[in-house]
């Protein structure tokens, strides 16, 4: 029967019987009891006398074939002249007659058989958890991977931001700015090095849990039950593997925070917070509001707590203010709103279907033309930044191009964001839009029915990132982002209208983590926003071609994001 070689430091090593080379054994013979590499089946083994009628099987069925092992010639280790007959669990040990009558008589005795599978049941344990422990590392090894990825990107544009800042200063500051650039880096290295020391762990622990899953599967096939009880013990403690402690969250590159430009200040490096490979969303309901909309397409709030309420091509407007568990509707307009925002002075941009320019109502009600004209486009979503600038997405048919158009207070447009440096299109068809605290613009754009990606512009209107949805999440089901808000810390929450997911991007566009709303009971979410004490509200739609008009509207309380 086939053995196993010597124990070295734990570890199980067996090796072809024919060539006794370190080529991987593929093969047993069951006749001849005998594991063999590849070669030896076919130019050793099938040599021998009658080798055409001996049963071989692959190693991995091995494990099948048990019911062959010798348990009746297992010579006792203290009573060399008797065989074991039993094994005992009180003592843990095999035991002849001998053994029996003299110090085992009362206690816990078994089978050898049987424990012989008790014992291969408990390797196949500790196998299946070591192999969890290594599925386990590998996904930490996957996240620590796109925190790299993650970093790096930020550590790129901060740095891009240093050298920028650095041109305007010119030589009088040459000195300061590679001070600044050599911390950058010596920051940046000590997180690399941190993360790295991390992933060298896991690629050691997944290496070691990987050879040692092989060896409990090689030993579990031996055909000699006396090599096999005389090393078992030392197999089984060998599978009790600690899993590597890995750091629950990484320091992080400082990012580039410019000065006034002067001899003292130029600017400074500002801890950014750090990087986690975990992140704990969690979004509870906090009320759920009826209405009479068939769809609730986009929501505004007021700064009065009131809420703007658009069912979009359903050609209904409605101001509501929550009472309890109820909307109270204060008032109410029919027209076909595409998009709609509310500036610092509360009053309601829209976007109305077939007008180049934005229409207002102002805080008493009135419906007129506001001085934000975007002609020869026509306006789709509209998103209000800080210092009271409308950032309005474009759209013209016929010329099949999209822009994003940047608006002082008084009508003016500042920036035009519709080609690359390259003087191609930045976009097909924006659909929506929001913007981070560092001046990224994050857009929606559509492709076509089943394409769409999130565009990240920075404030130079160069695109940084794409987002088009995670391999996992939309595997099945394409990318559908219907809606886009920033958070109160600053990440981007895209509503995928296919999965009923809230994919949750950090302000470079980089995918940091997801939310099913079916799991808190949220069916057919639809548009989604933040008023401004940082209260989530998620508007919803209806089921496919159905006609109620019973739209929910969820006021959530949110963490994690």
């Not at 996957?142 to 010119?170: C, F, G, P, T, W």
């Not at 474009?394 to 035009?416: F, H, P, Q, R, W």
């Not at 924006?430 to 929606?444: E, K």
Request: glycine share 4%; aromatic share 6%; with cysteine.
């Amino acid at each position: 029967m086939a053995s196993s070689q010597p124990f070295e430091g734990g570890q199980v090593s067996v090796n072809c019987k024919l060539c006794k080379t370190d080529r991987p054994i593929q093969w047993k013979c069951m006749d001849c009891s005998v594991l063999m590499c590849g070669y030896c089946k076919d130019n050793v083994h099938s040599e021998l006398k009658n080798a055409l009628y001996h049963k071989i099987i692959k190693r991995e069925e091995i494990g099948s074939h048990t019911e062959e092992l010798d348990f009746t010639n297992i010579k006792c280790e203290e009573h060399t002249e008797q065989f074991s007959c039993l094994y005992c669990n009180t003592c843990d040990v095999l035991v002849c007659p001998t053994c029996f009558a003299k110090v085992h008589k009362k206690h816990d005795l078994i089978e050898i058989s049987d424990e012989y599978k008790l014992k291969v049941e408990s390797l196949k344990k500790g196998q299946n958890k070591i192999q969890k422990s290594n599925t386990n590392m590998k996904a930490k090894k996957d996240e620590l991977n796109k925190l790299m990825s993650a970093e790096n990107s930020k550590y790129s544009k901060a740095r891009k931001d240093i050298l920028v800042h650095e041109q305007k200063v010119k030589e009088q500051v040459e000195k300061y700015f590679k001070e600044l650039v050599n911390q950058l880096d010596q920051s940046h290295e000590t997180v690399v090095t941190t993360i790295k020391s991390d992933l060298n762990a896991i690629s050691l622990f997944t290496n070691q849990t990987e050879d040692k899953i092989n060896q409990v599967q090689d030993f579990t096939g031996i055909s000699n039950a006396t090599e096999f009880f005389k090393e078992v013990k030392t197999m089984e403690k060998s599978t009790e593997m600690q899993e590597p402690q890995t750091k629950p969250s990484y320091s992080s590159s400082p990012k580039f925070v410019p000065g006034n430009i002067n001899q003292s200040n130029i600017g400074s490096l500002k801890d950014d917070g750090n990087l986690s490979a975990e992140k704990n969303i969690s979004l509870v309901i906090n009320n759920v509001y009826q209405t009479e909309l068939e769809i609730i397409d986009s929501v505004s709030p007021c700064l009065e707590q009131s809420l703007w309420l658009s069912s979009g091509i359903h050609g209904m407007l409605q101001r509501v203010k929550p009472e309890g568990t109820n909307l109270k509707v204060m008032s109410k307009l029919n027209i076909k709103v595409y998009g709609m925002a509310v500036t610092q002075s509360n009053q309601l941009l829209l976007v109305v279907k077939g007008k180049t320019r934005l229409q207002q109502i102002s805080s008493t009600g009135e419906l007129t033309d506001s001085v934000h004209d975007v002609a020869p486009f026509f306006p789709r979503d509209i998103h209000i930044i800080n210092d009271n600038k409308v950032i309005v997405i474009a759209y013209n048919k016929k010329l099949k191009s999209g822009a994003v158009i940047t608006m002082n207070k008084k009508g003016d447009k500042e920036m035009v964001y519709e080609h690359d440096k390259h003087n191609k299109l930045l976009f097909s068809n924006p659909r929506c839009i929001s913007s981070t605290s560092n001046g990224n613009m994050h857009v929606v754009n559509m492709i076509s029915d089943d394409y769409r990606k999130v565009v990240v512009l920075e404030q130079g209107g160069h695109i940084i990132n794409q987002y088009t949805g995670h391999s996992t999440i939309n595997k099945s089901e394409p990318f559908t982002p219907v809606a886009i808000v920033t958070t109160p810390s600053d990440n981007v929450v895209v509503m995928d209208l296919n999965t009923k997911i809230l994919h949750i991007l950090n302000n470079y566009g980089h995918f940091i983590s997801y939310f099913n709303t079916e799991d808190i009971g949220i069916k057919f979410p639809y548009s989604i926003v933040f008023n401004t004490t940082g209260q989530l509200y998620i508007g919803c739609t209806r089921v496919s071609k159905t006609q109620t008009k019973e739209a929910k509207l969820y006021e959530i309380n949110i963490e994690g994001f």
